[in-house]
């Protein structure tokens, strides 16, 4: 079955870094594309950002673009995102997603919490 594990989350001061890591399983993981989303209190789930397969091509939302990055270590079955220049709306919690046979897959989510 498809299993999404996302960890790396944490509390960071404004201005600071994290990495997020989804580890994944169940299906070929280097023939799909992967997404980070994140949901807010309050607000609904947002797409943050995607990774195509072979040529890994990226899109971010405009919120983190220039501060994020995601990349994928197919070797590992890991995707991850990288997250420079914290803001305080960039708490949320993180969610790790794919879509395999038109079926959406979640991770459980990790929280961040950008504050000083």
């Known amino acids: 079955q498809v299993q999404l594990v996302e960890s790396g989350g944490g509390l960071v001061q404004p201005g600071g870094s994290l990495r997020l890591s989804c580890a994944a399983s169940g299906f070929t993981f280097s023939s799909y594309a992967m997404r980070w989303y994140r949901q807010a209190p309050g607000k609904e789930r947002e797409l943050v950002a995607a990774?195509?397969?072979?040529?890994?091509?990226?899109n971010y939302a405009d919120s983190v673009k220039g501060r994020f990055t995601i990349s994928r270590d197919n070797g590992k079955n890991t995707v991850y995102l990288q997250m420079n220049s914290l803001k305080p709306e960039d708490t949320a919690v993180y969610y790790c997603?794919?879509?395999?046979?038109?079926?959406?897959?979640w991770g459980q989510g990790t929280q961040v919490t950008v504050s000083s």
């Open positions: 997603n794919v879509r395999v046979l038109n079926i959406d897959y």
């Open positions: 990774i195509t397969t072979i040529i890994r091509s990226t």
